[in-house]
């Protein structure tokens, strides 16, 4: 899956993966739905930074939303950005909205 990466991802993939590989990770995932225009994404960025940091162990998923956009769409995304916690590929939280290091953190400290 070539939109992954562990630790920290700094780039919106425009090809985002496909539900079934996501369904097929195994472990932990960060998967985050975004644009790089966006107001919000744009404000929430250096708090996923620092805390991905200390989660270099994480795949990182950053998917380029919007309208036509799929994978938004099958997960529900309504609001950017939204930071959503897989665990072998299934959601177990999800942050909307988030501007701190404390959202996020709370966020991957709820299920890893």
Request: include cysteine.
């Amino acid at each position: 899956m070539h939109a992954t990466q562990l630790g920290f991802n700094p780039e919106y993939a425009e090809e985002a993966p496909s539900l079934d590989e996501l369904n097929s990770l195994k472990g932990a995932a960060v998967l985050e739905f975004g644009t790089p225009w966006c107001g919000h994404c744009q404000a929430s960025r250096d708090a996923v930074e620092e805390v991905m940091m200390s989660y270099s162990e994480l795949a990182h998923i950053k998917v380029f939303d919007g309208k036509g956009k799929r994978l938004g769409r099958q997960f529900g995304v309504k609001l950017w950005p939204t930071l959503i916690l897989l665990k072998d590929g299934q959601e177990v939280a999800r942050a909307v909205r988030f501007t701190s290091v404390d959202d996020v953190r709370e966020l991957l400290g709820s299920a890893i």
